[in-house]
Protein backbone atom coordinates (compact mmCIF):
# COMPACT_ATOMS: atom_id res chain seq x y z
CA UNK A 1 0.00 0.00 0.00
CA UNK A 2 1.06 3.35 -0.69
CA UNK A 3 0.98 6.37 0.92
CA UNK A 4 1.29 10.14 0.49
CA UNK A 5 4.19 11.62 2.94
CA UNK A 6 5.07 15.81 2.73
CA UNK A 7 8.27 17.03 3.84
CA UNK A 8 9.64 20.94 4.45
CA UNK A 9 12.83 22.54 4.58
CA UNK A 10 13.99 23.36 8.41
CA UNK A 11 17.24 25.34 7.47
CA UNK A 12 15.73 26.96 3.62
CA UNK A 13 12.90 27.55 1.84
CA UNK A 14 12.11 23.72 -0.03
CA UNK A 15 9.27 21.53 0.43
CA UNK A 16 8.61 17.85 -1.12
CA UNK A 17 5.30 15.90 -1.83
CA UNK A 18 5.89 12.04 -3.16
CA UNK A 19 3.55 9.13 -3.02
CA UNK A 20 5.68 6.31 -1.68
CA UNK A 21 4.93 2.73 -2.13
CA UNK A 22 7.07 -0.08 0.12
CA UNK A 23 6.34 -3.92 -0.90
CA UNK A 24 7.87 -7.14 -1.18
CA UNK A 25 11.52 -5.20 -1.09
CA UNK A 26 10.86 -2.51 -3.34
CA UNK A 27 10.34 0.78 -3.30
CA UNK A 28 8.60 3.22 -6.00
CA UNK A 29 7.56 6.93 -5.44
CA UNK A 30 6.54 9.51 -7.66
CA UNK A 31 6.65 13.71 -6.48
CA UNK A 32 7.46 16.87 -6.42
CA UNK A 33 10.74 19.42 -5.08
CA UNK A 34 10.06 22.44 -5.05
CA UNK A 35 13.20 24.87 -3.99
CA UNK A 36 14.57 28.62 -4.11
CA UNK A 37 18.17 28.35 -4.26
CA UNK A 38 20.12 29.27 -5.68
CA UNK A 39 16.77 30.31 -7.96
CA UNK A 40 13.45 29.17 -8.28
CA UNK A 41 12.76 25.28 -9.65
CA UNK A 42 10.09 22.40 -9.53
CA UNK A 43 11.70 19.38 -9.76
CA UNK A 44 9.22 16.08 -10.82
CA UNK A 45 10.48 12.83 -9.76
CA UNK A 46 9.60 9.01 -10.76
CA UNK A 47 11.75 6.22 -8.84
CA UNK A 48 11.68 2.67 -9.16
CA UNK A 49 13.85 -0.54 -7.37
CA UNK A 50 14.06 -3.87 -8.22
CA UNK A 51 14.69 -6.34 -5.57
CA UNK A 52 16.16 -5.52 -2.41
CA UNK A 53 15.93 -1.58 -3.22
CA UNK A 54 17.98 -1.37 -5.54
CA UNK A 55 17.26 1.31 -8.17
CA UNK A 56 16.18 0.87 -11.90
CA UNK A 57 15.51 3.88 -12.92
CA UNK A 58 14.91 7.73 -11.81
CA UNK A 59 13.04 9.58 -14.43
CA UNK A 60 13.62 13.41 -13.57
CA UNK A 61 12.51 16.96 -15.02
CA UNK A 62 13.07 20.43 -13.35
CA UNK A 63 11.29 23.58 -14.81
CA UNK A 64 14.23 26.03 -13.59
CA UNK A 65 14.04 29.84 -15.58
CA UNK A 66 11.50 29.28 -17.68
CA UNK A 67 13.20 26.44 -19.46
CA UNK A 68 12.35 21.85 -18.74
CA UNK A 69 15.05 19.93 -18.72
CA UNK A 70 14.44 16.22 -18.31
CA UNK A 71 17.13 13.28 -17.20
CA UNK A 72 16.50 9.86 -17.27
CA UNK A 73 19.45 7.52 -15.08
CA UNK A 74 19.08 4.43 -15.33
CA UNK A 75 21.23 1.48 -13.46
CA UNK A 76 21.16 -1.82 -15.16
CA UNK A 77 21.53 -5.30 -13.50
CA UNK A 78 25.51 -5.84 -14.37
CA UNK A 79 25.52 -2.41 -12.25
CA UNK A 80 26.43 -0.06 -14.94
CA UNK A 81 24.53 3.31 -15.07
CA UNK A 82 23.76 5.87 -17.71
CA UNK A 83 21.85 8.82 -17.99
CA UNK A 84 19.76 9.66 -21.35
CA UNK A 85 21.57 6.40 -22.89
CA UNK A 86 25.17 8.00 -22.41
CA UNK A 87 27.13 5.51 -19.76
CA UNK A 88 27.84 7.29 -16.59
CA UNK A 89 31.66 5.25 -15.51
CA UNK A 90 31.70 6.97 -12.55
CA UNK A 91 29.24 5.94 -10.60
CA UNK A 92 29.62 1.96 -12.08
CA UNK A 93 28.89 -0.24 -9.57
CA UNK A 94 26.42 2.09 -6.94
CA UNK A 95 23.07 0.48 -6.22
CA UNK A 96 21.66 3.62 -5.00
CA UNK A 97 20.75 6.61 -6.67
CA UNK A 98 20.68 9.67 -4.03
CA UNK A 99 18.60 12.88 -4.99
CA UNK A 100 20.04 15.98 -3.86
CA UNK A 101 17.71 17.64 -1.00
CA UNK A 102 15.53 15.00 -1.07
CA UNK A 103 14.92 12.62 2.24
CA UNK A 104 13.51 9.75 0.33
CA UNK A 105 16.48 8.35 -0.79
CA UNK A 106 18.53 7.80 1.81
CA UNK A 107 15.47 4.88 2.55
CA UNK A 108 17.01 2.23 0.14
CA UNK A 109 19.85 1.23 2.09
CA UNK A 110 18.56 1.65 5.57
CA UNK A 111 15.77 -0.88 4.13
CA UNK A 112 18.20 -3.21 1.89
CA UNK A 113 20.72 -3.45 5.02
CA UNK A 114 18.05 -3.37 8.00
CA UNK A 115 20.21 -0.51 9.17
CA UNK A 116 17.11 -0.17 12.44
CA UNK A 117 17.74 -3.71 13.27
CA UNK A 118 19.71 -4.57 16.40
CA UNK A 119 22.91 -5.70 15.93
CA UNK A 120 22.97 -4.13 12.46
CA UNK A 121 26.79 -3.08 11.44
CA UNK A 122 27.67 0.39 9.42
CA UNK A 123 28.37 0.16 6.02
CA UNK A 124 29.90 2.52 3.33
CA UNK A 125 28.22 2.60 0.04
CA UNK A 126 28.99 4.62 -3.47
CA UNK A 127 25.61 6.72 -4.50
CA UNK A 128 24.72 7.75 -7.78
CA UNK A 129 24.60 11.51 -6.15
CA UNK A 130 22.20 13.89 -8.57
CA UNK A 131 22.61 17.57 -8.26
CA UNK A 132 19.13 19.81 -7.89
CA UNK A 133 18.65 21.67 -9.71
CA UNK A 134 21.80 21.17 -12.37
CA UNK A 135 20.91 17.48 -12.66
CA UNK A 136 24.77 17.03 -12.83
CA UNK A 137 25.83 13.12 -11.58
CA UNK A 138 28.66 12.68 -9.63
CA UNK A 139 30.10 9.45 -7.10
CA UNK A 140 29.35 10.30 -3.51
CA UNK A 141 31.11 7.86 -1.15
CA UNK A 142 28.98 7.84 2.03
CA UNK A 143 28.13 5.74 5.35
CA UNK A 144 25.48 4.75 7.44
CA UNK A 145 25.84 4.19 11.18
CA UNK A 146 22.83 2.54 13.07
CA UNK A 147 21.85 4.12 16.29
CA UNK A 148 18.64 2.59 17.49
CA UNK A 149 15.40 1.22 15.87
CA UNK A 150 14.37 4.96 15.01
CA UNK A 151 17.71 6.58 14.44
CA UNK A 152 20.69 6.10 11.89
CA UNK A 153 23.55 8.56 11.10
CA UNK A 154 24.30 9.50 8.02
CA UNK A 155 28.22 10.36 7.13
CA UNK A 156 29.54 11.97 4.03
CA UNK A 157 33.36 10.28 3.32
CA UNK A 158 33.89 12.77 0.97
CA UNK A 159 33.44 15.78 3.26
CA UNK A 160 32.60 16.56 6.71
CA UNK A 161 28.58 16.53 6.82
CA UNK A 162 26.47 14.34 9.13
CA UNK A 163 22.90 14.04 10.32
CA UNK A 164 21.15 11.65 12.34
CA UNK A 165 18.30 10.51 10.78
CA UNK A 166 15.00 9.71 12.25
CA UNK A 167 12.86 7.37 10.94
CA UNK A 168 9.13 6.22 11.07
CA UNK A 169 8.37 2.62 10.96
CA UNK A 170 8.64 1.83 7.48
CA UNK A 171 12.38 3.15 7.21
CA UNK A 172 11.26 6.94 5.70
CA UNK A 173 12.96 9.62 7.08
CA UNK A 174 10.67 11.85 9.30
CA UNK A 175 13.47 14.62 10.13
CA UNK A 176 16.73 15.26 8.53
CA UNK A 177 18.43 17.97 10.88
CA UNK A 178 19.38 21.07 8.57
CA UNK A 179 17.44 19.56 5.49
CA UNK A 180 13.96 18.56 5.85
CA UNK A 181 11.23 17.24 8.59
CA UNK A 182 7.78 15.71 7.36
CA UNK A 183 4.84 17.48 8.24
Known sequence: ???????????????????????DGRLSAHGTQL????????????????????TETLELSVLRGGALRRLLLARDPDGNWTADDRPLPDVEGALDCDLAFSPLTNAMPILRHGLREPGAEPRDF?????????????RSPQRYEPMDERHVRFVSLDGTFTAELELDDDGLVVRYPRLAERV
Do not use: K, N, Q
Not at 35 to 54: C, K, M, N, Q
Not at 126 to 138: D, F
Open 35 to 54: GAEPDPYRLDYSLRTGPDFV
Open 1 to 23: MGRLVIWRGVEEWLAEAAYVRVE
Open 126 to 138: AMAWVAVPGLEIH
